[in-house]
């Protein structure tokens, strides 16, 4: 099990990377091809696999849903200015009254009338009847031509019964994009590792088929110098130069899937192109193809995939994040209120000067509770509780799959072994065959077919063990993804781990439903076909 240090978000471990892989800076592309080992490969995808950056970037886009959404229940401060200008022209026909030319309001007579006599932007020596019949003179009043108010106001939500359930559900959804990040992490894991092992067995299957070409040139000319002194028919050079020209396509199949393998690691690492390299492969890679055997218990590794996967710890935040949902929809029958206070600052209406405002204090208190919505809220729940129930059924689904997932991973590490295990004995015993079939044929008691087919036996051996190999290796690696046990981490994700994630609130292992709940036993009977009842109890 590899320990890996993870501070994705900081590269300062990628540029020591580069240098020990890319050979530096200084170093053209076409003088040294970058070299991996297994472990230089793992550490450069996850520094550079878009897919893993998308999955970090997730986690951060939910950490602003959950500001977004808390910002519901949190005081909000609104400041608000308006200013106007009315040409002065048109002040004077916004005030209501009458002018005359001494200064007396004829009995009578209309202030619509006589409101234009005078000068457009003032009214002079105005009237007003009271009760006393002796007027009142109001001398030169000026209307401005400019108005100004500003207000600073604060909300503050005091109850609903949404927000607080949508704020608990934002926190299951960043813990969601984490346990996927996670998960997205283990599967990149595995991937580098299965690549990186193609490249390997590839490089050995080349090596294996160039050593058969070899073999069968050295045997068409060995053939060739008997035919010229006479001592084999022509026969025996055409059947070499046939096992020759059938040996030469698998060679170059060989060499077309190692290059393709070293294209696919190099997309999977996120290396570019470079134009400069031309035809030549974009990495390299350093290492063999290992064989460590592993005693395993499968019902132990199924119970470890339960409780450290993080494909079922997601699955069990989408559970209760829509728990939260139908709380959220519920809630809408509660009522609501909002309180809303601040100052307010308005001009005087017949001169601008800052020290004639009208200032003071405001404060609303509103509320409001659905009465008759024609089912909406009913209908809104509805679909709430049906995607909770989708989500509990997904959960118990994945935890299927990932016992499926574990049970052939296992199958296959069981097939592989076994394969190893019987191709070791045969390659030697096929080597030792085309040993002695070369002998009997230098000593004229054997003949050439009976060193072809040797050696064609021995290249499969040698094919079959190599792919064996690989095959434990890629099923090793997918076993350790199945079971959560790709990786030990050492959290340094850039302060990327929730806090909740740590706690039992996660806890996947036996005996827990798709809350996190203990099972409860429950009865069924099933109908038989002889219409007899049977009962069985499951948890």
Known sequence: MRKFFLPLGIFVA??????????????????????????QAILTALQRN???????QEIKRTRGVIIQVRAQVLPQVTARANF???????????????????????AGATGAASLFESPPSQVRDIQVPLADPTPIPIQ?????????????????????????????????????????????????????????YQIVVNRELVSVNEQSVHLLEAQLKDQQNRFEAGTVPRFNVLQAEVALYNQLPLLISAQNNLRIAKITL??????????GRGENPPLEVAGEMPYIP???SLANAIEMGKERRPFLKQARANVLNQKEQVRAAAGQWLPTITTTGGGEWVSSPTNS?????????????????????SGAIAGQVIQQRALLFEAKNTYDDDVRQ??????????????????????????????????????????????????????????????????????????LAEFDRATGAQSTYHEMFADLTPHATKTKTYYTGSGVDAEGKPKQVEETTVRTSHGRSRTSYSK
Request: cysteine-free.
């Open 402 to 475: 990932v016992e499926l997932e574990i049970q052939q991973a296992y199958s296959n590490l069981q097939q592989n072994r076994e394969l190893i295990q019987s191709q070791e004995k045969n390659v030697e015993q096929a080597e030792e065959a085309l040993r002695l079939a070369k002998a009997r044929l230098d000593a004229g008691a054997g003949t050439q077919l009976d060193v072809l087919n040797a050696q064609v036996q021995l290249l499969t051996a040698q094919s079959t063990r190599l792919q064996a190999l690989f095959g434990y290796n890629s099923s």
């Open 84 to 106: 106007d200008w009315t040409d002065p022209h048109l002040v004077g026909a916004r005030i209501l009254g009458t002018t005359t030319g001494t200064g007396t309001t004829p």
């Open 14 to 39: 990628f540029s020591i990377l580069a240098q020990l892989s890319f050979g530096g800076s200084g170093t053209s592309y076409a003088q040294k091809v970058p070299t991996f080992t297994l472990a």
């Open 353 to 373: 000067s800052w020290h004639d405002i009208s200032k003071g204090w405001i404060a609303t208190v509103q509320g409001s509770m659905p009465i008759w919505d």
């Open 50 to 56: 878009p897919v893993l950056l998308n999955g970090e």
């Open 294 to 296: 592993r005693s395993i």
């Open 266 to 275: 190099a997309k999977t690492l996120g290396l570019d192109f470079q134009p």
């Open 140 to 196: 030169n009043v000026q209307a401005s031509d400019i108005s100004y108010s500003i207000s600073v106001t604060g909300t503050q939500l005091i109850f609903n019964g949404t927000s607080w359930p949508q704020i608990r559900g934002s926190f299951f959804q960043r813990d969601s994009a984490y346990f996927a990040f996670r998960n997205i992490l283990d599967q990149l894991i595995a991937m580098v590792k299965t690549q990186f």
